[in-house]
Every structure is written in C-alpha cells, then in structure tokens.
C-alpha cells in the first residue's frame, strides 16, 4: 500500500495507454476510512509559448483540435519530449510552429489545467525579440496562424474565444508582467 498525501492507494490499475497519455483507476481508503476510487488521466507534460514582437503583436495559431471538435485560437504549445527541459520544449515549439527564434525569454510558471483527475503540467514562456526562421510543423499539424495586438488578445481571453487554459493564464500573467515591468 502506498500513501498519496491523505490517501492510501490500496490498488493501482493502468486502463489505456499511448504515446502522450495514459489513464489509471485507483482503489483507495480515503482519510476517514471509507473506500474511493479515483480515475487519472496522465498527459505528457507541455510548455506554452507567448511570442510577442515590438509592436506588440502577439502570434495566434488557429488549428482544429479533435477532443473539443472546433478550430481553437490558442498560443504556440506542445509536449515536452523525453530529456528535453520544459524551456527547451518551448524553444522548439517556437521554432516549429512559429518560425520564430527569441533573444528574451521569461519563465512565468506551470499551470495544472485541471487538478480533479488529470496531471499535465505545462510550463509557460514570455518570448521576446523575435528573430524569424525556416518553421517545420509536426507531421499531420495544420495551422493557420494570425497575430492582433496584446489587447486584443487579452479580450479574446475574456469573451471566451480563446479557452485553452494555458493560453489565458499565459496571457493574463504576461500582461502582468509587463505592466509591472513598464512601471519600474
């Protein structure tokens, strides 16, 4: 029996597994000796990347995304490979998918997207002074990509066109960030 802060796991068995997930069923005592089960979806870790030019433009990949069955305005992301540091993830994404290199990058964080039943920590990045460079998309990958201004995208956050979870906190600290970095 293993101990999980206030739980003791009684068994563990693993439900499906692939390349970037995999999803586990928990048999468990909770703290007041009842029994419980819990379900947990194991995401490979991810970086999200902000790049925002001088003029305050901010790049937007559009992309269909299968799970929520749309096309999705969101911030350059992806997974974080095995060996790889998470700011090292977030080096290649830009790369990738932007065609960008940055000169200036800020660590603003890890965001948990949803604490209840899924671990995936994605690490998020500020990117600044941007240099252009030959981007190469991941086989299969579609995107078309837009750039508005900060502001825009902050709106965007809060009328709820943009809903990738990391994408707004990233947003929403980044704005922070340089507002407090403008003041000093």
């Given at each position: ?10 068994e ?11 999803v ?15 379900g ?8 999200t ?96 990509t ?5 502001q ?5 956050v ?21 507002r407090?970095?403008?003041?000093d």
């Open positions: 029996m293993r101990r999980v802060g206030p739980y003791s796991v009684l563990s068995r693993g439900i499906y597994t692939n390349p970037w997930l995999s586990r069923e928990d048999q468990l005592l909770r703290p007041d000796g009842s029994r419980g089960v819990f947990v979806v194991e995401m490979k870790a991810g970086a990347v902000l790049a925002i030019d001088d003029d305050n433009q901010v790049l937007l990949p559009r992309e269909f995304k299968y799970a929520v069955e749309r096309e999705t305005l969101e911030l350059i992301s992806g997974g974080i490979e095995h060996g790889e540091s998470p700011l090292g993830a977030a080096q290649r994404e830009l790369r990738e998918e932007g065609g960008l290199e940055a000169n200036d990058w800020v660590d603003l964080g890890v965001v948990d997207p949803f604490t209840t039943a899924i671990r995936s920590p994605n690490h998020i990045f500020l990117a600044r002074r941007l240099t252009q460079v030959q981007g190469r998309l991941d086989e299969g990958e579609i995107l078309d837009v750039r508005v201004p900060l825009e995208a902050l709106r965007m809060m009328s709820s066109e943009i809903t990738h979870a990391a994408s707004c906190t990233l947003l929403l600290k980044a704005e922070r960030y340089l407090e970095l403008a003041s």
